[in-house]
């Protein structure tokens, strides 16, 4: 098998599905500047922000939201289905694609249905237990399948069989080391570089349950000594903060250099999203995960094993208050031979490859 020469990239809808998609082509180009990648997207998905200013050509598509459940009478609905279908096959052709790869989101199922009626090469990249149902579909019509933790096999019979290959992450984040930027990190955001910063985000929607429990601790643990950077969310309603704290508490609605929240920090305080779970654990950052609870609970599987491995904490949304924030952040915070062991736990579960490690699976896929 030569190099690849063209490829079609199917993830959209959240980040967790278009930021390791990003970070993929961008490993993809490093190796060969001369591939041809296509990004699929559908109209009112995040790729349409994320992936034209990072230099892909990124093709619109129909995509429909589907059925929580996944079976073949699915598959052979007439219909918005195959329509969708048809425009994916249209790109493919047009672009002589070598193979899809495909990371979920509705916009993932159509290229699926293209590359199975062309019998193309098909990879599919999946991080979650259970699996997203654009993902489920797919897997019924290829075992190329990639993970991104080693949990996924042994926790859902259809990625049984799946290689573990890691989280393909952005080489800003990949390639982070965490204590030669911490001073410059520390003073873009206006903090001071002698205190302790505990970097507080619940992902790119936000978390206003840790966004209130954090306001509500912000007095104690400014007189603590403890520094406060906290990323309340873009669709979030701003929370208060108390006024003339004795030490900085800086807010953002959103942060898109996370490498310089991270590099800033001594501790973190997040959601369990696998990209932040993949993330803080490549660079060895401990943190404090207060999984999504209105969910099927994958969050809390994704970070269960890093808590387990000893690089971080878990707490249930319920049980985070203002008074357990105090309790726990302050004593560990203020040890730093604890969040450096922590650290270091959370390093070695982490891994930095998953960009490599999934261009080699796909070559391997293509060749066979």
Not at 78 to 95: C, F, L, S
Not at 147 to 168: C, K, N
Request: hydrophobic fraction near 45%; charge should be positive; glycine fraction near 10%.
């Amino acid at each position: 098998m030569g190099p690849l020469r063209s490829v079609v990239l199917a993830g959209g809808g959240t980040g967790g599905h278009v930021y390791p998609l990003l970070a993929f082509a961008d490993c993809l180009r490093r190796h060969d500047p001369g591939v041809r990648i296509t990004c699929l997207g559908t109209p009112r998905g995040m790729e349409n922000d994320l992936i034209p200013p990072h230099g892909y050509e990124l093709r619109q598509i129909p995509a429909y939201q589907l059925p929580r459940s996944v079976n073949m009478n699915l598959v052979r609905t007439p219909g918005r289905m195959w329509t969708a279908a048809r425009a994916a096959g249209k790109v493919i052709d047009e672009v002589r694609a070598d193979v899809v790869v495909g990371f979920g989101g509705y916009v993932s199922v159509p290229a699926y249905l293209a590359a199975w009626r062309r019998e193309l090469p098909m990879v599919i990249h999946e991080v979650n237990v259970p699996p997203g149902v654009a993902n489920r579909l797919g897997m019924k019509f290829t075992k190329n399948i990639a993970v991104g933790f080693p949990h996924q096999p042994s926790q859902a019979e259809s990625l049984r069989d799946a290689t573990i290959v890691g989280v393909p992450l952005r080489r800003t984040i990949a390639g982070l080391d965490r204590y030669a930027l911490r001073n410059a990190a520390r003073a873009h955001f206006g903090l001071r570089p002698d205190l302790p910063v505990l970097f507080v985000s619940g992902g790119s929607s936000g978390a206003r349950s840790i966004n209130l429990a954090v306001s509500g601790a912000a007095k104690e643990l400014a007189r603590n000594g403890v520094q406060v950077l906290h990323v309340m969310g873009a669709r979030n309603e701003p929370v208060p903060i108390p006024t003339d704290l004795p030490v900085p508490y800086v807010t953002l609605p959103y942060l898109s250099e996370m490498e310089l929240g991270y590099a800033a920090a001594d501790l973190m305080l997040a959601r369990g999203g696998a990209m932040t779970v993949a993330e803080v654990a490549a660079i060895g950052l401990p943190t404090i995960y207060v999984p999504y609870p209105h969910s099927n609970q994958e969050q809390r599987r994704n970070a269960l094993p890093v808590v387990e491995a000893g690089g971080g904490l878990l707490v249930d949304d319920a049980e985070l208050t203002p008074d357990w924030l105090e309790r726990t952040v302050i004593p560990l915070i203020r040890d730093p031979q604890r969040l450096y062991a922590m650290g270091a736990a959370a390093a070695a579960y982490g891994r930095r490859d998953g960009d490599e490690a999934l261009r080699s699976f796909v070559i391997e896929a293509v060749a066979r």
